[in-house]
């Protein structure tokens, strides 16, 4: 990715992630799904441009489909930070957006955890990582992920999180046109919502699965379609509630090669797990 630091602007990826497995392991009473979900960025994802402006405006000069930018979670992380933060600064913010919406791959949450930090870093206002993740739960469940950059273990709706090691492999990517709602799969009588908790141990040992995937592929008969696809190549993984499905393969050749045989038409990326968030990888430096 293409990024660069400069005291007054900032340029840093917001990577996608994977659910290498979703178990739904209950409902709350607020309606809210508690899960059991393993979580690792890869090195693909969606750019931002931040600069500082003195007049406390946040403008975010790139239109996305459908979403107001007043609704963009941007926008919404900007001003949340500066709420918090006090500061009478704003920002200029631009997106490269790569990543499908409604994809499972996190795309927006992503980018909300990458204003987060990238202006609690340009505006110096010094709120630490669980302050960052606070404000982050607010705007989605997967945001705080993204703000602690660290492969995850997660449990309770998905913001109990253990850092993890896992093997690093590559992945194959592929995106189905149908775009899923997250809320839709989670309101669909059909989900079972029952999976017994298991431990990390026993998902190393004997795996897991996505507990949303049947439902998904009732209601959407692309997924169902691709899903068969790409198992003819790899053990095929459906990521949070879709629709993109994903496969592991030891070297990028390899995922290389299973793409260049899929369909022209159908949209894929071949990307590298990492444990490290590709953005924490450049601030850390
Ligand atoms: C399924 C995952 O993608 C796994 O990574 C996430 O848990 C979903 O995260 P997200 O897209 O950031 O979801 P949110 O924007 O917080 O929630 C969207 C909607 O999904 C439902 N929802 C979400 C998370 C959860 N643990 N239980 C739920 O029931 C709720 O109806 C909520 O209104
Ligand atoms: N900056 C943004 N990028 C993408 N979507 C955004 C953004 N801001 C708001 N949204 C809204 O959030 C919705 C979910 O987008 P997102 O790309 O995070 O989906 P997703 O990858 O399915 O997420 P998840 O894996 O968390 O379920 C979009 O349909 C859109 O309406």
Same mark, same amino acid.
């Given at each position: ?43 693909? %994802? ?11 405006? #946040? ?7 459908? $979403? ?12 949340? =930070? ?7 600064? &704003? ?30 870093? =340009? +505006?110096?206002? &010094?709120?630490?990582? !669980? ?17 602690? @950059?660290?492969?995850? +273990?997660?449990? &309770? ?6 850092? $993890?090691?896992? !093997?690093?492999? +590559? ?13 839709? #799969?989670?309101?669909?009588?059909? =989900? ?7 431990? *990390? ?5 004997? %795996?897991?699965? /996505? !507990?949303?995937?049947?439902? $998904? ?5 692309? #997924? ?7 198992? /003819? ?22 995922? !290389?090669?299973?793409?260049?045989? *899929? ?9 590298? @797990? ?12």
């Amino acid at each position: 990715m293409n990024t660069t630091v400069n005291s007054a602007e900032l340029s840093l990826p917001a990577p996608a992630k994977l659910n290498l497995f979703l178990h739904i392991t209950g409902r709350r009473a607020d309606g809210y799904h508690t899960l059991q979900t393993l979580f690792q960025f890869v090195d693909h %994802g969606d750019t931002l441009h931040f600069s500082t402006r003195s007049d406390g405006q #946040i403008n975010l000069h790139s239109e996305l489909a459908g $979403v107001a930018a007043e609704d963009n979670l941007i926008v919404r992380a900007a001003r949340l =930070l500066q709420q918090a933060a006090g500061t009478q600064l &704003g920002a200029d913010i631009q997106l490269d957006k790569r990543l499908p919406m409604g994809g499972g791959l996190g795309g927006g949450s992503s980018d909300a955890a990458t204003t987060l930090v990238g202006l609690n870093h =340009l +505006w110096q206002t &010094g709120l630490n990582e !669980d302050q960052l993740a606070e404000i982050g739960i607010t705007l989605g469940a997967d945001v705080p992920v993204f703000v602690r @950059g660290k492969a995850a +273990w997660a449990e &309770g709706v998905g913001e109990q999180l253990t850092p $993890v090691e896992l !093997d690093e492999p +590559w992945y194959l990517v592929v995106i189905p046109t149908c775009s899923v709602s997250t809320a839709e #799969i989670f309101s669909d009588q059909r =989900l079972t919502r029952d999976t017994p908790p298991i431990t *990390l141990a026993a998902f190393r040992e004997h %795996g897991g699965r /996505n !507990d949303c995937l049947p439902v $998904v592929a009732a209601r959407y008969s692309e #997924i169902r379609n691709t899903l068969i696809l790409l198992n /003819n190549y790899c053990e095929a993984k459906m990521t949070g509630t879709g629709s993109c499905l994903f496969g592991a393969f030891p070297n990028e050749r390899e995922a !290389d090669k299973v793409r260049a045989r *899929l369909p022209a038409t159908l949209r894929s990326f071949v990307a590298k @797990g990492c444990n490290v968030s590709p953005l924490h990888q450049l601030i850390s430096k």
